[in-house]
Antibody, heavy 126, light 109 residues
Framework: QVQLVQSGAEVKKPGASVRLSCKTS????????IHWVRQAPGQGLQWLGI????????NYAQNFQGRVTMTSDTSTSTVYMELSSLRSDDTAVFYC???????????????????WGQGTLVTVSS | EVVLTQSPGTLSLSPGERATLSCRAS???????IAWYQQKPGQAPRLLIF???SRATGIPDRFRGSGSGTEFTLTISRLEPEDFAVYYC??????????FGQGTKLEIK
């Protein structure tokens, strides 16, 4: 079945960077976009950005531009998200989610997020 | 930037009752680009509704999405114990703009 499996919890110090992974399976990796969404403790959902695994094109939320980098590895069907210059208020659960697709002729990034990873807790603390 | 405002913030109801959750957009949106998610504690969100009114795979028919323009609604016709959770609306568009409402917590009365 379609699955997104994320890497394990991380503890980082302020100013450091964190790199999270999202391994996909059960579908053609290059056909669907992957998004990253953040959820601070007790808070709502915040979109960070999107990557097209076919070619690696990205688009980031304005609030995170300059601090976030998303990449993809087609050999392992895995997407990565790196967040730099971590602050204590970056403490959150980070989710990857599948949404949007590319056909043989065109791409359609504007779609709901139908499959989600289990989430990765990132704790930023000195 | 389009802002989604959900109401109420918390809704207290009993099993068997009907729940009506609202999502208001700061400007008119295409219904094609509205979704609803359910999130239970410690779990990832789950897609319930896409294109404002289409149920995702495996979602019971007691969940119904409706609306257009700036007003969208998620209705749960007869609440089951497993329906008590937080619900988020979401908008997305062709210009890589994705955002969520702040959520409505549906709790047992």
């Amino acid at each position: 079945q379609v699955q997104l499996v994320q890497s394990g919890a991380e503890v980082k110090k302020p100013g450091a960077s964190v790199r999270l992974s999202c391994k996909t399976s059960g579908y053609t990796f290059t056909t669907y976009y992957i998004h990253w969404v953040r959820q601070a403790p007790g808070q709502g959902l915040q979109w960070l950005g999107i990557i097209n695994p076919s070619g690696g094109s990205t688009n980031y939320a304005q609030n995170f531009q300059g601090r976030v980098t998303m990449t993809s590895d087609t050999s392992t069907s895995t997407v990565y998200m790196e967040l730099s210059s971590l602050r204590s208020d970056d403490t959150a659960v980070f989710y990857c989610a599948r949404g949007g697709y590319c056909s043989s002729t065109s791409c359609h990034p504007a779609n709901a997020f139908d499959i989600w990873g289990q989430g990765t807790l990132v704790t930023v603390s000195s | 930037e389009v802002v989604l405002t959900q109401s109420p913030g918390t809704l207290s109801l009993s099993p068997g009752e009907r729940a009506t959750l609202s999502c208001r957009a700061s400007q008119s949106l295409s219904s094609d680009y509205i979704a609803w998610y359910q999130q239970k504690p410690g779990q990832a969100p789950r897609l319930l509704i896409f294109a404002a009114s289409s149920r995702a795979t495996g979602i019971p028919d007691r969940f119904r999405g409706s609306g257009s323009g700036t007003e969208f609604t998620l209705t749960i016709s007869r609440l089951e114990p497993e329906d008590f959770a937080v619900y988020y609306c979401q908008r997305f568009g062709s210009s890589f703009q994705y955002s969520f409402g702040q959520g409505t917590k549906l709790e047992i009365k």
